[in-house]
């Protein structure tokens, strides 16, 4: 399996078969002055959408026919087990930000959890459906997801897994108001900057202890 960072919460995955799933694809046209990474412009088998704002759902400028998941349930597709596991926005259940899916994927015996934009550190019930995790893709900005903080909790209460990627985070090409990567990385020991946007992860050569991993962006 490879994963490549296309930019803020947007990863291509590859199984070994070769179908591609892409996650929460963005608009850079809806933020022009903040949003700076280059368009998406990719013709996925399967995109996973984790909420309906336009820096993670820009669906319509996909190539292909990729198969669209945006909702909670689970559903097998060209090789991937996909499960989509509710939850908010925001930390006061959805009240202000609505409902966010989280979606774990599983493929070539690895299990990727894309956390799209969580707002709040997760229940007993949420972390049962996700399950054990080999790669977390943690938002870590705040304001409009979990802040550094609460991704560190977040972070700990699955496990930590082998590997933990950072997304949705303030950067030359992201200009949100939100923090940089550095505030998640404080006080952790394993953290590994390759000067990539990609990795390739085999099941059998995983991390005996949390590693994590700062992706460049590829757009």
């Known amino acids: 399996m490879t994963i490549r960072w296309i930019g803020h919460s947007c990863f291509l995955i590859t199984a070994g078969s070769g179908a591609a799933l892409l996650t929460d694809p963005y608009d850079c046209r809806a933020y022009p002055e903040t949003l700076l990474y280059r368009q998406v412009d990719l013709s996925p088998d399967i995109c996973t959408v984790s909420h309906a704002h336009a820096d993670h759902a820009a669906v319509s400028h996909l190539g292909g026919q990729p198969r669209i998941i ?32 989280v979606f774990v994927i599983r493929a070539d015996g690895i299990a990727v959890c894309h956390l799209g934009d969580l707002g709040h550190e997760l229940s007993e019930r949420q972390l049962a459906e996700i399950g054990k995790v080999d790669v977390l893709l943690i938002p870590v900005g705040g304001f409009f997801t ?32 939100i923090q940089g990567v550095n505030e998640f990385l404080a006080g952790k020991d394993d953290v590994d900057r390759p000067g990539e946007s990609e990795i390739e992860l085999k099941q059998e050569n995983l991390p005996g202890a949390s590693k994590i991993i700062v992706l460049e962006p590829a757009n």
């Open 146 to 177: 979990i802040d550094a903080a609460a991704a560190t909790g977040v972070w700990r209460q699955l496990g930590p897994p082998p590997v933990a990627i950072p997304m949705h985070f303030r950067n030359e090409k992201c200009l949100f108001r």
């Open 70 to 101: 945006d909702t909670v349930g689970k559903y097998d597709v060209d090789g991937f087990a996909i499960r989509g596991v509710a939850t908010f926005h925001d930390s006061s259940e959805g009240s202000r930000r609505g409902r966010n899916t």
